[in-house]
T-cell receptor
């Protein structure tokens, strides 16, 4: 039962353009969402988060959008840089309930020069 | 160290052997998590420790898996009688006090069961 899904295993974007990574979830009880970034041979690192009471959160080049009615969130990176090439995981959390992150399968983003 | 430290970084073992994976969380972090990532999959929750509370073991896939956290700091994940399907990267994370606090991950232990 995959409660958090990232349907695109990979994405290739030209340097300087916008990267859009998508994530869907099935459990409406999730109330906090996060994006993690992972380089090879390293652990995931926190990137940005959003509470379910908001529909947008921005941090520099990174913006996360949340559409609760569609149970969909997206991460926008603009402009994309070569150092953004990594695997991106979205994760969801229920504040009232099991204190664990539920992760998607990840999307490998490649930024081409 | 400043971050979460895991050892060994790589472990190759034979089917049926027991293995122990170690995690040193960030000093002062009361919450500690174990996840695993199988090939092509996302991170799968295994177990969660928070302070002195009973751990949440709901993600452990079988009774061959166990974990302990001694003195509220270092944690060991033990897999008994390893099977080939146990091959994965095992990741440990810690956070200041659980909940929505950011989880900081170690680099993981890559386990290969031959």
């Amino acid at each position: 039962d995959q409660q958090v899904k990232q349907n695109s295993p990979s994405l290739s974007v030209q340097e300087g353009r916008i990267s859009i990574l998508n994530c869907d979830y099935t459990n409406s009880m999730f109330d906090y969402f996060l994006w993690y970034k992972k380089y090879p041979a390293e652990g995931p690192t926190f990137l940005i988060s959003i509470s379910s009471i908001k529909d947008k959160n921005e941090d520099g080049r990174f913006t996360v959008f949340l559409n609760k009615s569609a149970k969909h969130l997206s991460l926008h990176i603009v402009p994309s840089q070569p150092g953004d090439s990594a695997v991106y995981f979205c994760a969801a959390f229920k504040e009232r309930g099991a204190q664990k992150l539920v992760f998607g399968q990840g999307t490998r983003l490649t930024i081409n020069p | 160290g400043a971050g979460v430290s895991q050892s060994p970084s790589n472990k190759v073992t034979e089917k049926g052997k027991d293995v122990e994976l170690r995690c040193d969380p960030i000093s002062g972090h009361t919450a500690l998590y174990w996840y695993r990532q199988s090939l092509g999959q996302g991170l799968e929750f295994l177990i969660y420790f928070q302070g002195n509370s009973a751990p949440d073991k709901s993600g452990l896939p079988s009774d061959r898996f166990s974990a302990e956290r001694t003195g509220g700091s270092v944690s060991t994940l033990t897999i008994q009688r390893t099977q080939q399907e146990d091959s994965a990267v095992y990741l440990c994370a810690s956070s200041l006090s659980g909940g929505k606090n950011i989880q900081y991950f170690g680099a993981g232990t890559r386990l290969s069961v031959l």
